[in-house]
């Protein structure tokens, strides 16, 4: 009799385990691609559940096999038209090449040269932030905001109904009845010796009913009764949350085109998914500034196009004001990262950040860090005055002129202490 | 007979969507038909209904319903799902296992014709083509792969815990490049069985358990028993050996237990594919030929209506399209073609011989055609099939012609077409087409220096002036190089005994 089976409801998926191991095989590759795909656009939609396709050259799977080219053989095949016997076909140009595909197509083989794994976003994040770390990170767990986790922690003889433990009840049970019963089965057959050993006649018939009495009861003993209930119990186990704000702070004076927005925007891409990989909770501020600042939406953010000149010093007091109000220090990383093409409008202003990084905000920050983006020519107000902050551990600046120095410039500003850059 | 009301057999076949009671029914019908009249015994049929994912799963692991764990799988598993989400390959309505009972996954999507079409052609000509070719009664044994398969898995996923993923991997790979050379054609393996086979590996561990003798460690290593049999100018092997894989498993010096059980895996798996590798083009062509007579006879017997046979036509043509050469879709003859023409015509030359037929056939004139196509099924494998059956019917059918390909030539000739000079020429060389030696270059063991290097030389035997893809047979060399743990040489020969090429790993 045939077998008929609905395989459907099964857990797909055998080829996962498979798929790492491939996966681990053409690691190498996958982190070479790694630059290539930032500087295309994939990178962009990386907030959402997008994935990323890396293109793999074929891994070899060697064999003892013919090399197409040589020896003299027979071939069949169909469909012949014209041909009779004795007729002579000029092999194509070149040849070897050209035509060795379709000769061997005899052999299964697949041609594999370039193929493309697909990875989910998470596989990506992993190869691409791997060997990086946050620096300073402390983590600093949210008092307000405390998430709660649900433990098995035994058993309770209190709850609600759909808890129940069918199972343990039942132990409870079965034991409770044994027990009582065993009482009255003990009486019983003591009452039952008894008997067999009396002549009196009254005595008999007190001690029968006695033993009915008896039986009765024993068959009352319940099934279940309230004392057998077991119910699975579950803990609250407080769950820290550790949260980072991320402060993204963007010149978008006159002087910043399309080419500048685009390196800075993919630039503070990069650094809110480092995060995210990094912390449970991110969030965002974006601020703009051109002669005043702004906190804005992420839309506004990127794509707004504003006219004038630059004054920096606004928008780091008011990102010192936001921090101050809503992102106590005690409670959240604070990361801030700053983009600019480096003008500004005096030197007064340059030197006031300056003394605005080093007195107030570099002090309550995890890090920070300043891209400047434009061709290294003549050291702007503000490239100079940040300069002399350079020593100090929680802040970092770098150029970038082309998007191809973006991912060297953030591995740059996250590798590993340990590590030397490759 | 079966019970069912021929009605209402009727609309549920032409209802595009099926439910289980169809497949059911559909498996009892051409179960039945295909036991009364066609006289086939098969392996108890277990049908699964799968996804698409799990399809690609299944092609993944070769059909196998589990396997040991390897990324070549993986590889595999990407590469198909790739080209399944860009369109650019269909997956095939079912796959089936040669096991007992016979597994066959059919493809959820399937419309109702394609399930009974793939229940007829699957679990009936598979199954009993599974069943009873001499091939597969010889070389595997279906009512214990998955088994053994699962021992397999659980030995290997042992070994990666305690020797590491990347050894594993390493012997693994190294025994993949070797898996077509690492089987027996001549002897018949034992059944295989997890339970055996884990019995066996304890039955090893405590022999040596037991015969261990730490005096005798410190005697010098020399192979005593080897020298009783062996005086220093004999030979080793005797024979030469064309298993590599097993020869590896049996003599690799001191390659450690573990190591050599995972050869024999290999070796046990590419042994079962064996069989299917022989007998691509009868297998698809008698299940072919096997759907085509019982969706005939259930429509005969009023099961089926005509919507339902258009529908069935369209596709058994679809299947047996053969494009001509040069055709952009050609990629070589298609086997279920092939094989579908000439079981056809084993019907039909014992049934309407033609003055040719009577010449070229005598033994079938007159038979019962049944009888004739079974006994073809039981006893040859493809190159042996076409050169018993290939009649000059269907080679002018096919308009089948052979060209010569010598490398030294700017030409190719046409050495052969339809006509009565070329039938004998075309049928011998696509009789050679479908040998093993045409695809699989000839290498055997040679010789292994016992008594001083541990050397092994492998001699591979030039035919038709092929020689070796020189990178991968490379690459091959330094995997054997890495499980035989000493130098290995490889020698191409050629007719007239001369070494053409020379190679080694040392």
Known sequence: MSNIVDRRKNAKGKSINNRQKFLKRVEDQIKKAIPDIINQESIKDSTGEGKVKVPIRGIKEPNFRHDPHSGKKQIVRPGNKQFNEGDKVAKPEGSGSGAGQGKGSNSPEVTEDDFVVILSRDEFLKYFFEDLELPNMIKKYMASTVDFRQQRAGFTKNSIPSRLNIVNSFQQSLARQISIRGVYDQKIKKLKLELEATEDAEAKAQLEEEITRLERLRLTVPFFDDVDLRYNHFERVPQPVTSAVMFCIMDVSASMGYHEKDIAKRFFTLLYLFLSKQYERVELVFIRHHTEAKEVGEEEFFNSRESGGTVVAPSLRLMKKIATERYSESQWNIYCCQASDGDVWSNGDAIDCGQLLKNEILPTVQYMAYIEIKNRGLEGYLWHAYKKLRSQENFSMRNINDISQIWPVFRALFKKKDLVES | ?506
């Open chain 2, 1 to 506: 007979m079966p019970s069912f009301d021929k009605e209402k057999c009727r609309a549920m076949f032409s209802d595009p969507s099926w439910d289980f009671e169809t497949i059911q029914a559909a498996d009892e019908l051409t179960t039945w038909i295909g036991k009364e009249y066609f006289k086939l015994d098969i392996y108890t049929n277990q049908i699964e209904i799968v996804t698409s994912e799990q399809m690609l799963d299944a092609y993944a692991l070769i059909g196998l319903p589990t396997s040991y764990p390897h990324w070549k799988f993986g590889k595999d598993f990407v590469m198909n799902q790739n080209s399944y989400r860009k369109g650019q390959m269909g997956l095939s309505y079912e796959m089936v296992i040669n096991s007992d009972p016979c597994i066959s996954y059919n493809m959820e999507n399937n419309s109702t014709c394609m399930m009974v079409l793939v229940i007829a052609h699957a679990c009936q000509g598979h199954n009993a083509f599974f069943k009873n070719n001499y091939m597969f009664k010889d070389w595997t044994s279906a009512d214990s792969i998955i088994d053994y398969m699962v021992f397999a898995r659980d030995f290997v996923m042992k070994c990666e815990d305690e020797f590491g993923h990347e050894e594993v991997e390493r012997v693994l790979d190294a025994c993949h490049a070797l898996m077509e050379h690492g089987i027996d054609k001549y002897k018949k393996p034992p059944k295989l069985s997890s339970q055996k086979e884990n019995e066996r590996l304890k039955r090893l561990a405590k022999a040596k358990h037991e015969s261990y003798n730490e005096l005798l460690k410190t005697l010098p290593p020399a192979s005593r028993v080897k020298k009783t049999k062996f005086d220093k100018n004999s030979k080793y092997p005797l024979e030469p050996e064309e298993n590599l894989l097993y020869f590896i498993e049996k003599n690799a010096p001191t390659l450690p237990g573990w190591k050599r059980e995972l050869v024999r895996i290999v070796r046990k798996v590419s042994q079962y594919y064996y069989p299917q590798t022989m007998t691509k083009v009868m297998n698809e062509g008698f299940a072919t030929f096997m759907h085509y007579h019982i969706i005939h006879k259930m429509f005969e017997l009023e099961y089926l209506n005509d919507g339902f046979m258009l529908e069935f036509i369209k596709s058994h043509t679809g299947v047996i399209y053969q494009p001509p050469f040069d055709n952009p879709y050609f990629s070589g003859i298609n086997p279920y073609t092939l094989g579908f023409n000439i079981f056809m015509d084993i019907k039909r030359i014992c049934e309407n011989p033609t003055e040719e037929d009577r010449y070229w056939f005598p033994n079938l004139i007159g038979r019962n055609w049944l009888d004739e196509v079974i006994y073809a099924m039981e006893n040859f494998r493809d190159d042996s099939f076409i050169a018993q059956y290939l009649s000059p019917k269907v080679i002018r059918d096919m308009k089948l012609f052979a060209v010569y390909d010598d490398e030294d030539s700017e030409f190719y000739e046409i050495s052969a077409i339809h006509n009565e000079r070329g039938y004998r020429k075309v049928r011998e060389f696509l009789s050679n087409q479908y040998d093993r030696s045409y695809r699989v270059p000839d290498i055997q063991v040679d010789s292994v220096d016992i008594h001083k290097t541990s050397k092994l030389t492998l001699m591979h035997k030039i035919q038709h002036e092929k020689l070796l893809d020189e990178h991968d047979a490379n690459d091959t060399l330094q995997y054997i190089r890495y499980l035989w743990e000493f130098p290995v040489e490889l020698h191409s020969r050629n007719r007239a005994g001369i070494d053409e090429d020379f190679m080694s790993a040392k």
